[in-house]
């Protein structure tokens, strides 16, 4: 009986496609969102489509999908990344030992109130005020990622702030939007109407602290002028 022909070898088994790292991946994600935060602020939330995103990026539409699954997702990352994540930090504040509640708020958002325009979180928040009454999901978008959590990190600190007796009155407990209202007003005047006079956001803030909260002992007041220099 003839010999039969020795088999053939089994194939190799398919090569699995490697997988980017995690540094790659994270790297690839920030660079899509530097890219977004150019193009939406050059254009606007409504003009702005994926292609353009991809090609400021440098990538192909494939990857920027493979990161956010359309434009809604990629502007909620944008905010996030601008300013959610900046103000988690607030959510999260609690006074050290002997911190008074005003100290806790200067020391959690001065650095985020200095770096407002360079860092560009102002232009975002004008973008998100300008496209807002015509677009109701970036409105909701905004409210969702930055309004609510933020207001909630302000009543409980008011809470305990007023429980200390470090509240001049009740308008902080009544109204916690006042905290961040000079701040906004500096965003809209830098913005549209300084003309060679800005306003400091991280200034604007600590006379607003200086207002709703009661003087520390030993500290100089930096927002509220003595009545005697105004005579």
């Avoid at 956010?68 to 997702?73: G, L, N, S, T, V």
């Avoid at 200067?106 to 102002?122: H, T, Y």
């Avoid at 959590?149 to 305990?160: E, K």
């Avoid at 956001?201 to 600590?206: I, L, N």
């Amino acid at each position: 009986m003839p010999d039969l022909p020795d088999p053939l070898p089994d194939p190799p088994p398919p090569r699995r496609a490697r997988r980017p790292s995690p540094e790659r991946t994270a790297r690839t994600r920030q660079a899509i969102l530097a890219a977004a935060l150019d193009v939406f602020l050059a254009q606007g939330f409504a003009a702005t489509r994926m292609a353009d995103v991809a090609a400021r990026a440098g990538l192909g539409k494939g990857t920027l999908y493979l990161h956010f699954a359309d434009k809604a997702a990629l502007f909620e990352g944008v905010l996030q990344a601008a300013i959610g994540a900046p103000l988690a930090g607030l959510a999260a504040a609690a006074p050290a030992p002997g911190e008074p509640v005003r100290e806790t708020l200067r020391r959690g958002l001065g650095p985020v109130l200095r770096e407002m325009e360079a860092s560009r979180r102002a232009a975002v928040i004008r973008l998100v005020l300008a496209e807002a009454g015509r677009l109701p999901e970036v409105a909701a978008m905004y409210r969702r990622i930055v309004i609510v959590p933020g207001l909630a990190a302000i009543r409980a600190l008011a809470r305990l702030a007023a429980v200390r007796g470090e509240l001049r009155g009740e308008a902080l407990l009544r109204h916690p939007q006042l905290l961040v209202a000079p701040v906004l007003l500096a965003v809209l005047w830098n913005g549209f109407f300084a003309e060679g006079e800005p306003m400091d956001p991280e200034a604007v803030f600590a006379a607003q602290l200086d207002l709703l909260f009661l003087p520390q002992p030993g500290v100089p007041e930096l927002g509220v002028p003595d009545p005697g220099t105004l005579l």
